[in-house]
Structure formats: structure tokens, C-alpha cells
């Protein structure tokens, strides 16, 4: 028993001891710098539509512009299109331009995966399809 004791003071003395050691100087966080803005401009107007636009010092940019179309109809969308770019940790500036609208979010860049071009028969295939609804139709 009495071993098991002094085991378990042990420990508890190690323990202490890590949880009083100083910190490695890599482990401590130092308090991140401000960044400073170095351009900014934002216009709304009662209609709905926008702008703006902002670049920091460390050389993040990102603009962007929309418009409510169709406004007060079932096809009502906001129309949305703007860019933005970054200097990523590898030194390499990003750059993406992008529309958002009744279609989704299309984002486009240089360094973006893009999806292979549609096989030549499935895209004639999805050309008569939609030529011929009646067809399908009438299998169901």
C-alpha cells in the first residue's frame, strides 16, 4: 500500500512540475498585428442595388455589385457579381472572379478544379431527351 502511495505522490509531483514549466517561446501566441485597410467604399441604394469594394495592407481585394431583377414577379433573383484575391501562405496571390445568380454561385479561377467536357453521345443524348419530351412521357 505504501508503495502504491508514493507512485501515485509521484505522479501528482511530476504533474506539477510540467503544468509549472514554462511554455515553449513556439507554443506562446503573440498578438496578431492590425491590418491596416487601405481602401474601402460600399454604396446601397433604396432600389436594393449595391456596391463595394476594400484592399488591406497585407494585399487582400474583394469588390462586388447586384441588383434585385424582375423585382415584385415569381422570377424575382438578385443578381450578384464581384472578385476577390489573397496572398495565401505559399506566397502565391489567388484570384477568383464569381457571379451569383438564378443559376447558383459560379465562381471562377486559375487555380479552380473544372469538370471534364460532357462525353460527345451523352451530350447528344441529352439533346434528343430534350427534344423529345413526349417520349419520356409516355413512359410514365
Known sequence: MNTLVAVFAAVLAVAALARA??????ALQATPKP???LKLASDV????SFT????TENGIKADARGALNNAG???EALVQQGSFSFVADDGVTYSVTWVADENG???????????????EDILK??????AHPEENEAKN
Open 52 to 55: 463595394y469594394e476594400y484592399e
Open 105 to 119: 454561385f459560379q465562381p471562377q479561377g486559375a487555380h479552380l478544379p473544372v469538370p471534364p467536357p460532357i462525353p
Open 35 to 37: 491590418i491596416a485597410i
Open 73 to 75: 414577379t415569381e422570377n
Open 125 to 130: 443524348s441529352l439533346e434528343y431527351n430534350a
Open 21 to 26: 514549466a514554462p511554455a515553449p517561446q513556439d
Open 45 to 48: 441604394q433604396p432600389d436594393g
